[in-house]
């Protein structure tokens, strides 16, 4: 069994061992060391990276029999080869902050909410905690996240260590081991016990804070997304960029950005519903100007509008007794729609079908109403439309 020097200091970044085996895990070339610092994928928490003899080590992986394996890609050292390995600091430690702070909420979210944790991911995207209650309330989430926070404040020192067997059952564990044998436990303070065999930090403090992100119902669970650490620091950075970048568009502070929206937001609407009305307004007049032109049951015109306004006119047309046969042309073609009027022949969806042979366009509809897109600009639409009718 390869020692695993993370459980005797997590803080380990560099180490000595020695290969005693070149082997693969799901067909991927992997090492076996006598000894290792670079933690498996266990627990939620994803597996080391680093360098391992100059190798890049992608991931650290554990077999069905406790074998670890470090997945790398080159040519691999002999077996029985002394190599120096080195882990990715940066991300580990962001792993240990992460699983810290997983402890620590879902410790709180026992304690403020009973929301006993069921299962929980710490991704490289996203954290999260699967706790048992279908709805948690805001109140009691907020909560959670505070004595979290207050935790981190005091500067919490936290333990890990492998208990004899009487001191083991005189803890209060917030739940059960998974392994029956050599258990170790993490302790908060006072605060949390739980069995793990991760990485963790030293003191709460190094969390700098931990922060709710998000809430969904999942699997009648409530699923508890989270944040901390450096990954808390910078999207604390890119949400104030952005802020920022939206004050200085509004001419107003970082905190006067919510409101500014809601008043562009009132506005928008406002003009929405008077560019209704006007809409409508001009939709009557080119009605009554189609009205009184070509046969009495049909108006076939070219509109210079939009597909709202084209449909407006159309509408007004078919309350008027007529058939309506429009198009908006536009450099790529032009938007089409035909509504027949009662007591009318017309059958819309054959004629959309001809002109879409003749012409290109896509679309379709049934004898009252087709509409579609021809692609390809027309001199004379009403001249197109009456050599198909005839």
Known sequence: MTRRLYHDDAYLRRFDAEVVAITSFKTKPAIVLDRTAFYPEAGGQLGDRGQLAGLPIVDTQETDDGTIVHLFTGEPPAVGARVTGELDWARRRQHMAQHTAQHLLSGALLDRAAAATVSARLGESSLTID?????????????????????????????????????????????????????????????????????????????????????????????????????????????????????GQFSCGPTEVPAAIDKLRRDAEASGAELTQLRSRLATSIAAELSGTGPAIASIAAIRGDGELLRGVAAKLVAAGRDAILCAPDEAGAQVVMIRAAGSTLDCGALWKKLAAKLGGRGGGRADRADGRLTTQLADWHAAVSDLLT
């Open 131 to 247: 706790v048992s209650r279908d709805r948690v309330p805001e109140a009691e989430l907020a909560a959670a996240e505070d004595l979290a926070n207050d935790l981190v404040d005091d500067d919490v020192a936290i333990r890990s260590w492998f208990p004899d067997p009487g001191e083991l059952a005189a803890l209060k564990l917030r739940r059960d081991p998974k392994v029956s044998a050599d258990i170790r436990v993490v302790a908060i303070g006072e605060f949390d016990f739980s069995p793990c065999g991760g990485t963790h930090c030293a003191r709460t403090s190094q969390l700098g804070a931990v922060h709710i992100t998000g809430v969904e119902r999942y699997k009648g669970m409530t699923r508890v997304t989270f944040t901390t650490a450096r990954k808390a620091r910078t999207e604390l950075f890119i949400r104030d960029q952005v802020l920022r970048g939206l004050a």
